[in-house]
């Protein structure tokens, strides 16, 4: 099993570009989220799914958006990028039965610049 | 709500000595309690949790740590460091059932020593 997958894995943008950062999972977990790890600061979340066309806020959402058309897949968009989301993306997976749903399974990580 | 405190953002050890990872934890319901570790250039990966009942639980790779109500603390411990244990170590809290949504501490890297 490839676990959770995330492309790219670096990016540099410039202010008020737009991209995508991909996930996907083939554990045919229910739960999907992403954070953003900043030093000093550990991992903030941002948006999580609990399923298929089911999302939501986390602590830090506003700049990105998401959504999850499949079970799979918890694309992750930035609309207008600025300096302050220069940062590493993770994205995690979880499923019922693990501990509340707690036990993360995460990605490598996107390192995001934006100039 | 639930908050993580991780005392002291890098910790250097020798080779062979104890780790001592401090975290203490607020939260408004029991909590569930994790740590997880990060090597270099890659994901998170689960080291251990608490959940409910033994309050000493065990890990991989020879960690363990203790549930402390009463400090609201769940510090983590490795009675013999060696080199691959550096890394960077995440403290992290829910609330109960919270769908993968955890709130996590400032992180700790730790260093070793030859």
């Known amino acids: 099993n490839a676990g959770v997958t995330q492309t790219p894995k670096f990016q540099v943008l410039k202010t008020g570009q737009s991209m995508t950062l991909q996930c996907a999972q083939d554990?045919?977990?229910?739960?999907m989220s992403w954070y953003r790890q900043d030093p000093g600061m550990g991992l903030r979340l941002i948006h999580y799914?609990?399923?298929?066309?089911?999302?939501d806020q986390g602590e830090v959402p506003n700049g990105y958006n998401v959504s999850r058309s499949t079970t799979e897949d918890f694309p992750l968009r930035l609309l207008s990028a600025a300096p302050s989301q220069t940062s590493v993306y993770f994205c995690?997976?979880?499923?019922?039965?693990?501990?509340?749903?707690?036990?993360?399974?995460f990605g490598a990580g996107s390192r995001l610049t934006v100039l | 709500a639930q908050s993580v405190t991780q005392l002291g953002s890098h910790v250097s050890v020798s080779e062979g000595a104890l780790v001592l990872l401090r975290c203490n934890y607020s939260s408004s319901v029991p909590p569930y309690l994790f740590w997880y570790v990060q090597y270099p250039n890659q994901g998170l990966q689960l080291l251990l949790k608490y959940t409910t009942g033994a309050t000493l639980v065990k890990g991989i790779n020879g960690f363990e740590a203790e549930f402390k109500k009463s400090e609201t603390s769940f510090h983590l411990t490795k009675p013999s460091a060696h080199m691959s244990d550096a890394a960077e170590y995440f403290c992290a809290v829910s609330g109960g059932t919270s769908y993968g949504k955890l709130t996590f501490g400032q992180g700790t890297i730790l260093t070793v020593h030859p």
């Open positions: 554990m045919n977990h229910e739960y």
């Open positions: 995690a997976s979880s499923y019922e039965g693990t501990v509340g749903a707690n036990v993360l399974t």
């Open positions: 799914s609990v399923g298929a066309g089911i999302t």
